[in-house]
């Protein structure tokens, strides 16, 4: 395989992991869905939405996106309109980078996850 095709694979086995980690955020009093989409001219987000007793919506979210030579990461949770966790965009100059930097955000959407939810059963209650 040429260094593109091996750049296009690591994207994809990056967005696979992160897919399915946060596909596997679940939590025994709310609702999950998980969701993937591409990000028009070149980039992905994959997420999972959880939705509280009360209606309310916790969206948990990493995203790469390719544009002006470098690629562009991002990563948030957020519960309706409040941000609850917002990593910085992080641009960096190669793909290899810019995997590593959404693998980094992955971790640090997913580690709070149980925490932040039980912390927003806690207030229903």
């Known amino acids: 395989m040429d260094s593109e095709s091996l750049a296009a ?3 994809l086995e990056t967005l696979s992991r992160a897919s399915e980690m946060l ?3 679940h939590h025994p009093f709310v609702r999950s869905e ?3 989409y591409l990000l028009p001219p070149a980039g992905a987000r994959v997420g999972a939405d959880l939705t509280l007793p009360d209606g309310r919506v916790v969206r948990f979210e990493v ?3 390719a544009s002006g030579g470098a690629f562009h990461v991002e990563g948030s949770i957020t519960a309706e309109d409040e941000r609850l966790l917002e990593l910085p965009r992080k ?3 190669g793909i290899h ?3 590593a930097v959404l693998d980094d955000y992955l971790g640090e ?3 709070p996850a149980g925490r932040l939810i039980d912390q927003l059963l806690d207030e229903i209650v």
């Open 91 to 93: 641009s960096v100059p």
């Open 23 to 25: 596909a596997e955020l």
């Open 9 to 11: 694979a690591g994207l």
């Open 34 to 36: 998980s969701f993937s």
């Open 63 to 65: 995203s790469i996106s």
């Open 97 to 99: 980078d810019g995997l």
């Open 109 to 111: 959407v997913t580690a």
